[in-house]
């Protein structure tokens, strides 16, 4: 295991790869087939059920998509953890599985599931009000009902793309402070938000809620998201309806979906709510987590934002997403929204950390950005806690700008 890997035997998280090598010809799903990230290499299910070494009640790992495994709820989700930790412990089985070990390098990663739909939440209290002082600033930075329910919007499933996807500059509608009309082109503040997303597995039917103490039988694991954003049509289209042109463009997930037992060390406690939340969000379980985000562009690490203080948590947005009789279908995948932390150097968009332009945020290469320009990459990462004092990573988040489409 190299040290400091993002993936020891306590993580395990399942993703979808193409071998570069075009791939064997056991294990099914075409040429892409489903993994298990384990240090730098990655295990090939699909052989692994090939070859009998796990019971498979159906070809789920052999599938193109996480999706049947994702449906098929947390009992099998637990016994898969259960028998590829084994296999990966037990000597008896190294001859085995070290066949089946495809390396990182020679693995080309694929959008690991269907995405159903896709909903982004609004859950840092510091991010809420930084954005409240920079575009209210005579007016509360906090919207009234902020601090009694999780505000989200419905984003694009069509446009999530897996980490390493090249990221078009929007165009549309923007209009100047100083302008009498709105013109059409490029996006000139184009921006990230870093922020954490969860997987849902296991549906619900319409009509009925899912109480907030059910997280666990619902929602699999954990991705990193980039909600990129253009704040110039954002700023423009969002009243009254909310975000649209502004956001839809694209949404960047890491590769690996980190399932939520490897991140049972890393659970803590909400911050406390004032007012008490109404009954129906009132947390019956922590589902805080201590995850610092890394917030790279062109290598300079611009931010390090820290989840464990989002106000709104995942139990929360899921029973919120819910209570309307709304249902869940497996690959939903609904976000935190930015996570910032209280201090300058944790905040987790360019909004925020260049103060809406008037702060440029300088790059090791001396350099400065406000918002983005074409050909910056910018790296998403993120670590916690893990059992036995490991540490549990998700890999990089990772998109590059490309110019507009102007024809």
Request: with cysteine.
């Given at each position: 295991m190299p040290d400091g890997s993002d993936f020891p035997i306590t993580n395990l998280p399942y993703g979808v790869f193409c071998p570069t090598d075009g791939g064997r010809a056991d294990g099914g799903g075409g040429g892409r087939r489903i993994g298990v990230a384990i240090g730098d290499q990655v295990l090939d299910l699909g052989a692994v059920a090939a070859r009998g070494?796990?019971?498979?009640?159906?070809?789920?790992?052999?599938?193109?998509?996480?999706?049947?495994?994702?449906?098929?709820?947390?009992?099998?989700?637990?016994?898969?953890?259960?028998?590829?930790?084994?296999?990966?412990?037990?000597?008896?089985?190294?001859?085995?599985?070290?066949?089946?070990l495809t390396a990182q390098a020679d693995a080309e990663m694929c959008l690991p599931f269907d995405v159903a739909d896709y909903v982004d939440f609004y859950a840092s209290i510091d991010h809420a009000s930084n954005v409240g002082a920079l575009f209210r600033p005579d007016s509360p930075a906090l919207p009234v009902n902020w601090r009694h329910l999780p505000i989200g919007y419905h984003g694009r499933a069509g446009t999530?793309?897996?980490?390493?996807?090249?990221?078009?500059?929007?165009?549309?509608?923007?209009?100047?402070?100083?302008?009498?009309?709105?013109?059409?082109?490029?996006?000139?503040?184009?921006?990230?938000?870093?922020?954490?997303?969860?997987?849902?597995?296991?549906?619900?039917?319409?009509?009925?809620?899912?109480p907030i103490g059910n997280l666990a039988e619902h929602v699999f694991g954990v991705v990193l998201v980039n909600d990129w954003s253009a704040r110039d049509i954002q700023a423009w289209e969002y009243v009254p309806l909310g975000p649209f042109l502004g956001k839809s463009f694209a949404t960047t997930i890491s590769p690996w979906v980190v399932p939520l037992p490897a991140l049972e060390s890393a659970r803590?406690?909400?911050?406390?709510?004032?007012?008490?939340?109404?009954?129906?969000?009132r947390r019956a379980q922590d589902w805080g987590l201590d995850l610092t985000i890394e917030v790279e562009c062109n290598g300079t690490v611009v931010s390090r934002p820290p989840f464990a203080s989002m106000y709104w948590t995942a139990d929360q947005q899921l029973a919120h997403l819910t209570v309307n009789g709304a249902s869940l279908r497996t690959g939903d995948l609904f976000a935190s929204g930015t996570v910032s932390g209280p201090e300058p150097?944790?905040?987790?968009?360019?909004?925020?950390?260049?103060?809406?332009?008037?702060?440029?945020?300088t790059l090791d290469d001396g350099s400065t950005r406000s918002f983005l320009e074409?050909?910056?990459?910018?790296?998403?990462?993120?670590?916690?806690?893990?059992?036995?004092?490991?540490?549990i990573g998700f890999g990089p988040c990772t998109g590059t700008i490309r110019p507009a489409i102007t024809d």
């Open positions: 070494l796990i019971d498979e009640p159906s070809q789920m790992l052999r599938a193109a998509t996480l999706n049947e495994f994702l449906a098929s709820g947390k009992a099998e989700w637990d016994r898969v953890r259960t028998r590829v930790t084994e296999l990966l412990s037990e000597a008896s089985q190294r001859g085995a599985v070290e066949k089946l999530v793309v897996v980490s390493g996807t090249d990221v078009v500059r929007p165009c549309g509608q923007r209009k100047l402070p100083e302008g009498e009309a709105p013109t059409y082109g490029p996006s000139q503040r184009l921006d990230i938000e870093a922020e954490v997303g969860f997987v849902v597995g296991t549906p619900s039917e319409r009509g009925s809620r899912v803590i406690a909400g911050p406390v709510q004032d007012p008490e939340p109404l009954p129906y969000l150097g944790q905040r987790g968009s360019f909004l925020e950390l260049s103060w809406s332009g008037r702060e440029p945020v074409d050909g910056d990459t910018v790296v998403l990462r993120a670590s916690g806690p893990g059992l036995n004092g490991t540490r």
